[in-house]
């Protein structure tokens, strides 16, 4: 069974995204996206201030298989990044939904509601 936690919202593109209570979004790489990718070996976040829409690459992965980009799931301003991951890019396989990569000030948090929720991203990945 994979993990798809229920408070989490999910991208087509393998993205996860948590509204927070201060209303930033957090985002990072689903489990599943982390065990397709394979052995993570690099990350490069984006810009803070960096203003980013709706599916929009922001961040690239690669791994020992392939890069992949990383898509923001809202529109709005990245206002922090996980400074630890860049680091040591395999804590995204040791645990890919405690470890975000960015947090967004979304401009239209209504953009959340166009994303999968745990039963429909299990759906997609045939889970």
Known sequence: MANIPDNLKYTQSDEWARLEADGTVTVGITDFAQESLGDIVFVELPDV?????????STVIESVKAAADVHSP??????????????????????????????????????????????????????
Request: hydrophobic residues 40%; aromatic residues 6%.
């Open 49 to 57: 201030g960096r203003t980013v829409a709706a599916d929009e690459a």
């Open 74 to 127: 809202v529109s709005g301003e990245i206002i922090e990044v996980n400074e630890e991951v860049p680091g040591s890019p395999d804590l995204i396989n040791g645990d890919a939904y405690g470890n975000w990569l960015f947090r967004v000030k979304p401009s239209n948090t209504a953009e959340l509601d166009n994303l999968l929720d745990a039963a429909g991203y299990a759906a997609k990945i045939g889970a």
